[in-house]
């Protein structure tokens, strides 16, 4: 079974404070996603990566930045926490290929920032 | 532009009762298309998913869903609700040659089965 795990379920940081969100997946995929939940808004992609080094913006990725140095780590990073970044934030990954690339998610950080 | 929509923000059904969870996607060209059910406290779980070929999917927990071209929806289904079958549930769409894995995800439906 892929299993894409995330550093933490429940997070509380001050507003200002730097925060990482890391992600590790252990099926050697080459793609993975930063997605923030929000209720009546759906996913909402902030970054994604093609490959190691690699990154591209999403749909919302002001405010965050991310790193990816080795294949199985994304690392989402809020240079200085804000309260309308609490949210939960999922991370997925995928392998690209002629069937469909599914995405496999991790259980979700949620992030609370006062 | 890819796009796609889930028109209700929540769904009740009784338990034994058929279900349908609607969505509707707009991209250029081809779809892949694909539904995720999240549980409590839980992140997405993979349902099922359209590539190609036949218009009716199967899936995980006896869901399925059909593609329709003409009326660009992938409605899911399930012939008899569960009362564990209340979740989240969200469609996504890419298109098949866009060059990117970028998918974009509904706002999600709830559903609630009653007992």
């Known amino acids: 079974d892929v299993k894409v795990t995330q550093s933490s379920r429940y997070l509380v940081k001050r507003t200002g404070e730097k925060v990482f969100l890391e992600c590790v997946q252990d099926m050697d995929h080459e793609n993975m996603f930063w997605y923030r939940q929000d209720p009546g808004l759906g996913l909402r992609l902030i970054y994604f990566?093609?490959?190691?080094?690699?990154?591209e913006k999403g749909d919302i990725p002001e405010g965050y930045s991310v790193s990816r140095e080795k294949k199985e780590r994304f690392s989402l990073i809020l240079e200085s926490a804000s309260t309308n970044q609490t949210s939960m934030y999922l991370c997925a990954s995928s392998s690209p290929g002629p069937i469909g690339d599914t995405q496999y998610f991790g259980p979700g950080t949620r992030l609370t920032v006062l | 532009a890819q796009s796609v929509a889930q028109p209700e923000d929540q769904v009740n059904v009784a338990e034994g009762n058929p279900l349908t969870v609607k969505c509707t996607y707009s991209v250029s060209g081809n779809p892949y298309l694909f539904w995720y059910v999240q549980y409590p406290n839980r992140g997405l779980q993979f349902l099922l998913k359209?590539?190609?070929?036949?218009?009716l999917v199967k899936g995980s927990y006896g869901f399925e869903a059909e593609f329709n071209k003409s009326q660009t929806s992938f409605h899911l289904k399930k012939p008899s609700a569960l009362v564990s079958d209340s979740a989240l549930y969200f469609c996504a769409v890419r298109e098949a040659t866009s060059g990117t894995y970028k998918y974009i995800f509904g706002t999600g439906t709830r559903l609630k089965v009653l007992a």
């Open positions: 359209y590539i190609t070929g036949d218009n």
């Open positions: 990566s093609y490959d190691v080094k690699m990154k």
